[in-house]
């Protein structure tokens, strides 16, 4: 598996799973372009790696616009991958469906709905350019299985998996593959906030029991983002070690 050559942007990559993903495919040889609205933590990532890094709000449609211009200007109109990374994940959770406030429930759809899809839209043509191109969507196995009290983050999931089926037959004529990983909790600083009960609830219920780093789940997205991986598209992966089955 090489990525030598290949033009990828990844979303959300200061840090977390963002960055251990953009870390897997710098090791892989792709050419890197890093986003994120975190631009010190964000820009020192990126710095590690080789990469470019470009700031965006996906909040804002006008940021996803200008990140999608600054990409085909060092591509030279050219991407092979887009990782859709980039989400509202942390201060929402513990929260029962009717305490959630209406403004924080719009920013989590805006951000993580609204700017997968305008992320996409926005690198498409780039993609299709490519000849190759691949789209991987962060979505969650909590809008598998259903978790509680986290339901403005579950819905926003649930729609980028329903959104990755439906563009992998909109850009599929073009040789775009649209495929979506879906992690459980993870070790990493993002996900320090989860509550004790909760990582050991995924501990117990995987199938290969105990906790999962990040490593297998980037060198999942990494391989997607291959030539190879076209017969995928369409696909949702749950990379959670066998939490849930699809």
């Known amino acids: 598996m090489t990525l030598d050559g290949r033009h990828i942007l990844v979303t959300g990559a ?3 799973l963002g960055a251990e993903i953009a870390k897997t495919l710098a090791g892989q040889g792709a050419s890197l372009i890093l986003a994120d609205i975190a631009e010190e933590t964000g820009g020192a990532t990126a710095e590690a790696l080789g990469a470019d890094f470009l700031p965006v709000d996906l909040g804002d449609p006008a940021s996803i616009e200008a990140l999608a ?3 085909a200007e060092r591509t030279g109109g050219k991407l092979h991958g887009l990782v859709n ?8 959770g513990g929260i029962p469906f009717d305490a959630i406030e209406i403004d924080t429930w719009d920013l989590v759809q805006r951000v993580n709905v609204r700017g997968t899809w305008l992320m996409t839209r926005a690198a498409a043509p780039l993609l299709k350019a490519s000849g190759s191109g691949r789209v991987v969507n962060v979505a969650s196995d909590t809008a598998l ?7 403005s983050y579950v819905a926003s999931k649930g729609a980028v998996i329903s959104m990755t089926r439906s563009l992998a037959r909109e850009l ?5 593959g649209v495929t979506a990983i879906a992690p459980g909790i993870l070790t990493t600083e993002s996900t320090e906030y989860v509550p004790e009960h909760r990582h050991r609830f995924y ?4 199938a290969v029991p105990g906790p999962q780093d990040t490593g297998d789940v980037s060198e999942v997205a990494c391989f997607l983002l291959t030539e190879s991986a076209l017969t995928l598209t369409g696909q949702v992966l749950p990379v959670n070690n066998g939490f849930v089955f699809t």
């Open 145 to 151: 299985w259903g978790a509680q009290n986290l339901l």
């Open 172 to 176: 599929g004529p073009d040789r775009v």
């Open 85 to 92: 990374n980039g989400a509202i994940a942390t201060g929402i």
């Open 14 to 16: 200061a840090r977390g």
């Open 69 to 71: 211009a600054g990409v």
């Open 203 to 206: 501990q117990d219920g995987r």
